[in-house]
Every structure is written in structure tokens, then in C-alpha cells.
């Protein structure tokens, strides 16, 4: 049982360039939700999605997109890389609304470190 | 929109004392939760505390414990006992019952235990 798991764990771009990151999650979960966190910084949610084949907007959507075509995965694409997205960007899982119960504790994955040059 | 301030930047504490962190929010909804994250070095977020709203008993977990004064919007951590391994970043966050189990984040606390 992995948890959630990120890949890459570093990346390092020139602005302008393309990426995606991938989220993966083993435990079934619906919630799932992309992060960045600047330097000295809470965490500002991006998206998120509250199951497969949805996504919404977070607090600081511009200039990324996401996509959740499987339930255990969340992709999260910056199409044109700008220097101002330079961060660490966690994903994270939860149950979600099981038996009309909430299960709202959210598990993170162990972050992918960003550079934009 | 709700905001969460926590207003300790840094904090430090001997090891085996106990440290508290503020937390404050601003949310017009009676219906929420409210949670403590601690990051480590090593940046992995791990939950420490969880606290519904509707609940007036203050949650404890061991030897971290809250201090939950709703009509204050205040939400404090009390770590008692402290040790090197509690040395991290501390989040308070917040959550409305609602779709999504969104969490807005304070700045975090970095704290210091000094052996």
C-alpha cells in the first residue's frame, strides 16, 4: 500500500516549456486535489476533483489544467511554464462521502519540487 | 472566502516543555472542521489533530491537544512533553462540510525543539 505518490519528485523547466504531473493514489479514494506551496507559504489549492471524469477550480487555477479520467489517478498540466510557478506542488487523496458519511482527512503525497527558469 | 492567520512565524522550546501555537480564522459558517498539519524536513504533510466544529470537547491526540474557542474563531495547538521529532512546520487549516473537503491553509508556525 503506497499511498499517494508523485512523479516527478524535481523537475526543472525553461519558461514556456510544457509539463504534466502525475498523482497516483492506491486506496480507492473519490477526493483527490493538487497543492502548491511557495516558500514560506501555507498550501493554495489549485483543482481538485471529487471523482472520476470531474474536476473544479481551487484558489489558484490560472495557468494549469487538470484531468482525472481514472479514479486512482490526477494530472496536473502547466501548458506554457512561467517563472511565478516556481513551487512545490503536493497532491493529495481522500475518502470522500461513503454511506453518506464524510470521510474528510485528506493524505498527501511528498511533494514535486518545481523550478521555472 | 475563509481565511486561517497564524501569527508565530517561529517558536522554539526545550525538549520536554510545552509549546503552544495560535491559530486564528474568519468563516461567517457555523458547519466546519479544523485540523493541524505538521511538515518535517523531509516535507512530508502529516495530520496531528483533527477538531469538528459542532464538538465542544477539545480534541487530544497523545501529547498534542487543542484549544478550540469557537466564538473567538480561535484555534490553538498545545504540544506537551516536546521532542527533537516534533521539530517541523506546523499548518493550521480549515474545512467547511461541504462538497469537495477542501482545505484552506494558515502560514505555519516553524517550530524549534531544543534538546
Known amino acids: 500500500n503506497a499511498g499517494v505518490t508523485q512523479t516527478p519528485k524535481f523537475r526543472v523547466l525553461k519558461t514556456g516549456q510544457s509539463m504534466t504531473l502525475l498523482c497516483a493514489q492506491d486506496m480507492n479514494h473519490e477526493y483527490m486535489y493538487w497543492y502548491r506551496q511557495d516558500p514560506g507559504m501555507g498550501l493554495r489549492l489549485i483543482h481538485y476533483s471529487v471523482g472520476e471524469g470531474t474536476t473544479a477550480k481551487g484558489e489558484v487555477p490560472d495557468g494549469y489544467n487538470v484531468s482525472r479520467l481514472k479514479k486512482q489517478n490526477f494530472l496536473l498540466g502547466l501548458e506554457s511554464a512561467a517563472p511565478s510557478q516556481t513551487s512545490v506542488y503536493f497532491c493529495?487523496?481522500?475518502?470522500?462521502?461513503?454511506?453518506?458519511?464524510?470521510?474528510?482527512?485528506?493524505?498527501f503525497g511528498p511533494g514535486t519540487r518545481l523550478t521555472v527558469l | 472566502a475563509q481565511t486561517v492567520t497564524q501569527s508565530q512565524p517561529e517558536m522554539s522550546v526545550q525538549e520536554a516543555e510545552t509549546v503552544t501555537l495560535s491559530c486564528t480564522y474568519d468563516t461567517s459558517e457555523s458547519n466546519y472542521y479544523l485540523f493541524w498539519y505538521k511538515q518535517p524536513p523531509s516535507r512530508q504533510m502529516i495530520l496531528v489533530i483533527r477538531?469538528?466544529?459542532?464538538?465542544?470537547q477539545n480534541a487530544t491526540e497523545n501529547r498534542f491537544s487543542v484549544n478550540f474557542q469557537k466564538a473567538a474563531k480561535s484555534f490553538s495547538l498545545k504540544i506537551s512533553d516536546s521532542q527533537l521529532g516534533d521539530t517541523a512546520m506546523y499548518f493550521c487549516a480549515f474545512m467547511f462540510n461541504n462538497a469537495g473537503n477542501m482545505l484552506t491553509f494558515g502560514g505555519g508556525t516553524r517550530l524549534m525543539v531544543k534538546p
Open positions: 493529495a487523496s481522500s475518502r470522500g462521502v461513503v454511506d453518506n458519511r464524510r470521510y474528510n482527512e485528506q493524505f
Open positions: 477538531q469538528e466544529a459542532y464538538k465542544q
